[in-house]
């Protein structure tokens, strides 16, 4: 079973030389601290930078230097600024070939909610409404269960959507899967996980081709 940075190493992966990258808050963020060294990646934020490094070293940090989730971020050599309306015609415009984002449900057939519980104080949509729209590249990074052990990779969505059928991948600390026209393909399980372990997380249909390998970090 994978803790939340195995998570970020394995869709790490995922990440191809030349990508233009969109991390969402929460795990997706640690993403960039795993990337392989010998690849040239672009990673983007909506409130306005272009190059964002790894976190900063404790200590090091610069307070005006955060990303969208007000989190203190590192700048590559080369970064650029700008204001949020140039940043979301980057995310608009489909000039972000990458788009990875938490979620606290999705759907068999790719739908997504990750910004609302009804009844709890929320900061609000940011740009995941924008993203999940105009991404063609969509993984998400989530644990497999809630808190309570129930499932969280549905049939159908319970929470207010965000986006509908644009997931493609799912990276939880169990599985990887990819979104098919026919439910959850599982294509990976976490180390120590048994497929009768996923099978019995998954509240979706779950399908099984052959023997699943084990992920590889």
């Known amino acids: 079973m994978l803790d939340k940075n195995g998570i ?25 601290n795993y990337v392989r060294t010998d690849i040239s990646v672009e990673f983007q934020s909506e409130n306005g930078i272009l190059g964002m490094g790894p976190f900063p070293i404790e200590g090091k940090e610069d307070a005006d230097l955060i990303n969208a989730g007000k989190q203190t971020i590192t700048a590559l050599p080369g970064a650029s600024y700008f204001d949020s309306a140039t940043s979301f ?14 979620a606290m449900e999705v759907s068999e057939n790719g739908d997504i909610a990750n910004w609302k519980i009804p009844g ?12 999940v729209a105009s991404a063609e590249n969509i993984i998400v990074a989530m644990m497999h269960t809630n808190r309570k052990g129930e499932a969280k990779l549905l049939k159908r969505c319970t929470l207010p959507l965000t986006g509908v059928g644009c997931v493609k991948k ?17 294509l990976e399980r976490a180390p120590g996980v048994t497929v009768d372990e996923i099978i019995a997380a998954t509240e979706g249909k779950l399908i099984i081709k052959g023997a699943v390998k084990e992920m590889s970090i």
């Open 8 to 32: 970020a190493k394995r869709i790490a992966q995922e990440v191809k030389d030349g990508y233009y990258v969109n991390l969402g808050i929460g795990i997706p963020t640690l993403v960039a």
């Open 170 to 186: 799912i990276v939880t600390n169990l599985a990887v899967l990819e979104v098919t026209n026919d439910g959850f393909l599982l």
């Open 120 to 131: 709890k104080m929320v900061k609000g949509m940011g740009g995941a409404m924008d993203l």
């Open 89 to 102: 015609a980057m995310i608009r415009g489909r000039h972000v070939d990458l788009t990875i984002l938490g």
